[in-house]
């Protein structure tokens, strides 16, 4: 059975840096497409970026430029590298793999 935990969040001034990860466990890791999310109260939960097995790689607008999705098969980890923060990147990050999610991580982006 699949699970993901996600860690990494914290509080961090606009225009600093965070580093999400995602652990997952179970096989099949590096076939399989892997997506981060993210949910800021009162929105819709919403992609910021996803990786395939083959390491194309897809952005939200919003994010393309400053933010850079990548994987570690060896580790079953996908990380995210978040650079440029803005207070609108405020939200809950939630790793996906399929049908699966992680439990979030809370990015914080405040003066």
């Known amino acids: 059975q699949v699970q993901l935990v996600e860690s990494g969040g914290g509080l961090v001034q606009p225009g600093g840096s965070l580093r999400l990860s995602c652990v997952a466990s179970?096989?099949?890791?590096?076939?399989?497409?892997m997506g981060w999310y993210r949910q800021a109260p009162g929105k819709q939960r919403e992609l910021v970026a996803i990786?395939?097995?083959?390491?194309?790689?897809n952005y939200a607008e919003s994010v393309k430029g400053r933010f850079t999705i990548s994987r570690d098969n060896a580790k079953n980890t996908v990380y995210l590298e978040m650079n440029s923060l803005k207070p609108e990147d405020t939200a809950v990050y939630y790793c996906?793999?399929?049908?699966?999610w992680g439990q979030g991580t809370q990015v914080t982006v405040s003066s």
């Open positions: 990786i395939t097995g083959g390491g194309n790689r």
């Open positions: 996906n793999r399929g049908i699966v």
């Open positions: 179970g096989s099949g890791f590096s076939s399989t497409a």
